[in-house]
């Protein structure tokens, strides 16, 4: 202490030993204005000024107020920093610049006028530095298996301290549950640490870290959640029937992850390839479910049967089996396939307990959906209408994956039952009445499967 006030005396005293002749002037130097303080992101430059009125024969020099390091006196650059240097307008603006601002320049900055006693004022130098993330303590993308936990965390450095927020990438919200299982949903997460419990097949998919801290540019982290599970097939019919040469179109939805191979198995255990006979097509709809079709072409007896549709993954393998029958005395007149699914209106959703399977989470989530949803329920019908024409390929957009989810479901749910009463108006045709017997069947073992599934969730 006692040696820097020592110094600013030498510089006191050489100031005044350079101005000596005019000591004594009527008109004593005074600041015009004070000294802006300034905030400078790093690799930037600053520049301080010093406004005088009646400087007269006196000096103006700047000096760091807290090394008391002298940067320059008059025009003169004193300091060895070279990235320091100075600028004068007549004899009353006087600059003080800093080129390439470094963490190291902060501080107070003081310009003194050599009078005796000599006067001076200050202003502050904030270098700030835009956020940086710490990458040894920053996740990368992340496995579980569902209903396990996911800690993600995104860590970042800067002045002043970065602030961090999650979201997802397609905007949904992201689930927070405590351990008693209630579950809070929020747009933005502003925690350096997430983490996600009892993780559902839903919170799967790319998740952001923003850190910003006022200083741009802000910058963010894209890591991946997988939720991993055994694969799941819903068939939306077990048993479907065709008139001789015609084509008949099988289908099963897969819901898996890591991603399924799926494929078609007879009863014989050929698998089944794409050939002039049969046509196979696997349809990804999300990031965790698909449709698997296989169009048998000009049935004949021989293709009458079971055919199994398979999914399997590296957490385990399902199936699930549809019996292609006849539908006998039916003229050929054109070879569609019959066209029971496009005839049917979709627009009355299913409610009711044949709703309500799936993962233990998904029932209420379902009930926010219904009432949010239902405009979209054409137009997503419509888009399954169209695969079912063209067999386009069709990526679900990233936000609707887990509502389509629940389409899916709810269109396999009318497709059972619209089935059902298009076969109970035929009561009279014996034929149709053994269908009828079959449809009940179907729904009973498809009731019993879907309580099983309940049950397995
Ligand atoms: C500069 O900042 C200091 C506090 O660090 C404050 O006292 C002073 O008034 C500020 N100067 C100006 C011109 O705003
Ligand atoms: C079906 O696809 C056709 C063209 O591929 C398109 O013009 C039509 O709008 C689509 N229908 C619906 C309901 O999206
Ligand atoms: C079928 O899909 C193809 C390829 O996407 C497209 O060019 C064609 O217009 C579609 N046809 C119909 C009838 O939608
Ligand atoms: C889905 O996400 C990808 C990047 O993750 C993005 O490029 C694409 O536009 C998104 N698609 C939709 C339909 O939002
Ligand atoms: C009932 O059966 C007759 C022929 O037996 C058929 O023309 C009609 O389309 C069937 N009705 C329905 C709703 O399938």
Redesign the pocket.
């Known amino acids: 202490m006692k040696k820097s006030w020592w110094q600013l005396h030498i510089l006191a005293f050489c100031m005044l030993g350079l101005g000596s002749k005019l000591v004594g002037e009527a008109f004593q130097p005074e600041f015009a204005e004070p000294i802006s303080n300034l905030t400078i992101p790093v690799g930037r430059d600053a520049t301080f000024r010093c406004l005088v009125q009646n400087l007269g024969g006196y000096r103006v020099g700047w000096v760091k107020a807290d090394t008391k390091a002298i940067q320059a006196i008059h025009v003169h650059v004193i300091t060895n920093n070279h990235r320091v240097g100075v600028s004068h307008n007549g004899q009353s603006v006087w600059n003080l610049h800093i080129r390439n601002v470094q963490e190291e320049d902060r501080g107070q900055y003081m310009c003194q006028i050599n009078t005796d006693p000599m006067k001076s004022q200050m202003g502050f130098l904030e270098v700030v530095i835009p956020p940086d993330f710490i990458a040894e303590e920053t996740s990368g993308d992340v496995m579980v298996p569902e209903g396990g936990t996911a800690k993600i965390s995104c860590r970042a450095r800067g002045i002043p301290q970065p602030k961090v927020m999650w979201r997802r990438e397609d905007g949904s919200d992201i689930v927070l549950r405590d351990s008693h299982g209630s579950k809070t949903k929020v747009q933005m997460y502003s925690e350096e640490v997430l983490t996600l419990t009892k993780i559902s097949r839903s919170d799967m998919g790319a998740y952001l870290c923003i850190a910003s801290n006022g200083v741009p540019p802000s910058i963010s982290k894209r890591l991946q959640i997988k939720v991993h599970f055994h694969p799941v097939i819903q068939v939306p019919n077990q048993l479907v029937g065709a008139p001789i040469g015609t084509d008949v179109t099988l289908e099963c939805y897969v819901e898996s992850s890591p991603k399924s191979i799926n494929y078609w198995v007879r009863d014989s255990n050929e698998m089944v390839i794409s050939s002039s006979k049969y046509e196979v097509v696997n349809t990804m709809i999300s990031s965790f479910e698909s449709r698997m079709v296989l169009t048998v072409r000009k049935l004949t007896l021989a293709d009458v049967g079971g055919y199994r549709c398979v999914a399997k993954n590296s957490l385990g393998e399902v199936d699930s089996v549809i019996r292609l029958y006849e539908i006998p005395g039916q003229t050929v007149k054109n070879t569609s396939p019959p066209k029971l699914k496009d005839d049917y209106k979709y627009s009355t959703p299913m409610e009711g307990p044949d709703n309500q399977f799936g993962s233990a989470d998904r029932p209420d989530d379902e009930d926010e959906r219904e009432t949010e949803d239902l405009p979209l329920q054409t137009?997503i019908v419509?888009?399954y209408?169209?695969i079912t024409k063209?067999r386009t390929l069709f990526v679900s957009n990233n936000a609707s994956g887990q509502k389509i989810s629940n389409k899916i479901r709810k269109i396999i749910d009318n497709f059972n039952v619209e089935e059902f009463r298009v076969n109970k108006a035929n009561k009279s045709n014996h034929l149709a009445l053994t269908t009828t017997i079959y449809y009940s069947f179907a729904q009973i073992c498809i009731s019993i499967k879907y309580s099983l599934l309940l049950v397995f969730y």
Do not use: R
């Open positions: 137009s419509s888009k209408d169209n063209n």
